[in-house]
């Protein structure tokens, strides 16, 4: 994709593409949806997919030294006693009493409003791009409002996590604009609870996996035992992964069914870790560049060190600037070894394993690449949509909506068309050419409409090439009209070179 990156796109823009093309759809829609759930339709379900085999053969099959598994989503409970997700996995949650809204305390934010160094009284406002800006409005509109004289101070905001217990009875509800109905910030587990078996009590409770790392960590020794792997190496995984998001937002940005695709690569326990932890986070960044996301759009957040977990030795965040503001779009840890330290005081079976270099055993540390497939299909989209004048055949100015998306990732490579639909001959040619591609590639096939109709439907979805075939390439030497999505150049091509570009394009 090339840099410098289009103009943002608006997140109501490319829900309404993503619904009206059949990417994404709310799930259970017929039932008036369910909040935090997606689905993913003929073109999404396509999208993913290419996200997870890219993924998959980059990080697994193309490499040496790291294996992939794929563990069940209901593990055993205690595995998330060891984790830390049982006592720990907890947002902090706000309730109105009189709404009944339920708010992340973190992203509820409030200020004291002063005025000549009097308190007039608070201000709240939901996390957007610039909150400060929005409690600022509001502290100038309750001083109008109080009809009150004098100077304002510069609004200072915190969050509901950072309020005294006498403010929370004054901060007001975003919900009804009035104090004194928001409860105290308590902790909620976002696990999402069920039960194995027929009976319904404390000892069949389980959880959905809220991730997919432990998986790798729980198999650890089964790897080790049978999969003829030596340090350093890693253990991969895609699958789903649940949470009880308590607000679910910004589309599949934050939802509470998604998939992650992570990675957990094992070193000696005296190995360099800082050096494998920026190894990995370069990896990641140019893995994100080389399924076409644009580097002007990627940055990094490291997280300071006093808010990292205890056993954490450093956690690095490739971010995305999402039209909703910048946000995580991929975790790079360096764990140390708690999580198999943690396994083997649980289960009681040990993890360290013998280092044929050291002669001794050893408990091998950890980095671990962490990302959700749903979130570089946002970035994608976000990056990839773009509307621009183009002129049509008659040299008439027109709109045209275009996804750039890497050919490795378009949900469709190549688009094939009859000059005209109502030739039989252009029609028998086109489907010979569209059934060979079909069986190597996800392609279309479209004999409806005029030419440049037919190109605007594509250049929509992202499909990187049409080819159509007509009357040269009956009567003379086979060779079609190729048309690229960006360019919109067109050439002469036959099959052959056809799919050679396939084969260099789409890997
Ligand atoms: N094992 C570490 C772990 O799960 P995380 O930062 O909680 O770390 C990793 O999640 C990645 O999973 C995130 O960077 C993000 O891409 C994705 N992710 C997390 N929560 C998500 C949610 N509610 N919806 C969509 N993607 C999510």
Sequence with gaps: MSDPSPAPVSMETLVALCKRRGFIFQSSEIYGGINGFFDFGPLGAELKKNIRD?????????????????????????????SGHVSGFTDPLVDCKVSKQRYRADQLFFAEVVVDGATLGYVSALEVEDTGAALQEAAEALKRKKAVKGRLEPVRPRDMTEARPEEVALI???????????????????MFQTNVGAMTDAS??????????????????AVVDTGRVKLPFG?????????????PRNFIFRSREFEQMEMEYFIHEDADWAKCHREWINWCRDWLISIGLPESHLSEYDHPREKLAFYSRGTTDIMFRYPFGVQELWGIAARGNYDLKQHEKHSGVPQAIFDEETKRKITPH??????????????????GYAEEDVKDEKGAVEKRTVLRLSPRIAPVKVAVFPLLKNKPELVARADALYRRLKRRYAVFYDESGAIGRRYRRQDEIGTPWCATIDFETIEKDGTFTLRERDSMHQRRIGEAELFALLEEKVY
């Excluded at 950890?366 to 990056?383: K, N, S, T």
């Design 366 to 383: 950890v980095i671990e690449p962490a990302v959700g497939v749903d979130r570089i299909f946002l970035a994608l989209l976000c990056a």
């Design 204 to 221: 069949s409770v389980a959880y959905l996996r809220p991730e997919t790392a432990q998986g790798m960590f729980a198999d650890f020794k």
């Design 172 to 190: 007001p509800s975003p919900a009804t604009g009035e104090p004194g109905s928001l409860t105290p910030p308590r902790s909620f587990n976002m």
């Design 54 to 82: 890219c993924w998959w053969n980059d990080m697994v099959r193309r490499r040496d030294d790291i294996v992939g598994i794929e563990s069940s989503i209901i593990m055993h409970p205690k595995v998330w006693e060891a």
């Design 235 to 247: 253990i991969a995984q895609i699958g789903r992964s649940f949470r009880n998001e308590i607000t």
